[in-house]
């Protein structure tokens, strides 16, 4: 089962920043919090993944908490294409790699 | 150039046929991986491959059988089809087994048992 709980749809208007919440509250030391995206009939493309620290590439900025409980996706500049379902995973930092999906966010940009 | 591809894109079958769905990555990566989407859209891992063995074997029935000839290539064989086995596949592969790398995905194989 997955170990985080993300809410079910969000929409954001294009150009603004759209912000992911993810709730992990049981997440240990030595896991990471990872994000995915699914676009339509496409397979998941990976965002970005964090350990403790705030993390920004390319696509997107990671926030966690200090306590690490939780973390928010900020996508800066939403974009019709960034329409997707978003996936919050936890995953260990070692060991078997599978990835274990929740229901994931399923995000609107609206023109 | 495509990084991870699956052959073929869509396969439509009768009950009781045997199939197969190939997976070949081009990333040099030694970890592979095979996850099942259902109709409700639930992503969830069947097997995976580190260097052709088998690392990870989720419940999944014996009907299903992995098949890693070398560590660019991870197919999946499924025997008896079944109405229930009607999915999307979608395979994927990462650099290092043990480490918190990327995977990356390949476009999936969209499967109908009629």
């Known amino acids: 089962d997955a170990k985080t709980t993300q809410p079910t749809s969000m929409d954001c208007a294009e150009g603004r920043a759209a912000n992911l919440p993810c709730n992990h509250s049981t997440i240990s030391g030595n896991e990471y919090v990872y994000w995915y995206r699914q676009i339509h009939s496409q397979g998941p493309q990976y965002i970005i993944h964090g350990l403790k620290n705030n993390e920004t590439n390319e696509m997107a900025s990671l926030i966690i908490t200090e306590d690490r409980k939780s973390s928010t996706l900020i996508l800066p500049h939403a974009t019709l294409r960034d329409t997707a379902v978003y996936y919050c995973?936890?995953?260990?930092?070692?060991?078997?790699?599978?990835?274990?999906f929740g229901q994931g966010t399923r995000l609107t940009i609206n023109p | 150039d495509t990084a991870v591809s699956q052959t073929p894109k869509y396969l439509v079958t009768q009950m009781g046929n045997d199939k197969s769905i190939k997976c070949e990555q081009n990333?040099?990566?030694?970890?592979m991986y095979w996850y099942k989407q259902d109709s409700k859209k639930f992503l969830k891992i069947m097997f995976s491959y580190n260097n052709k063995e088998l690392i990870i074997n989720e419940t999944v029935p014996n009907r299903f059988s992995p098949k890693s000839p070398d560590k660019a290539h991870l197919n999946l064989h499924i025997n008896s089809l079944e109405l229930g086995d009607s999915a999307v596949y979608f395979c994927?592969?990462?650099?290092?087994?043990?480490?918190?790398?990327?995977?990356?995905f390949g476009p999936g194989t969209r499967l109908t048992v009629l």
């Open positions: 994927a592969s990462s650099p290092f087994s043990g480490r918190g790398h990327e995977q990356f």
């Open positions: 990333l040099g990566h030694d970890t």
């Open positions: 995973i936890v995953r260990p930092i070692q060991g078997a790699q599978k990835l274990v």
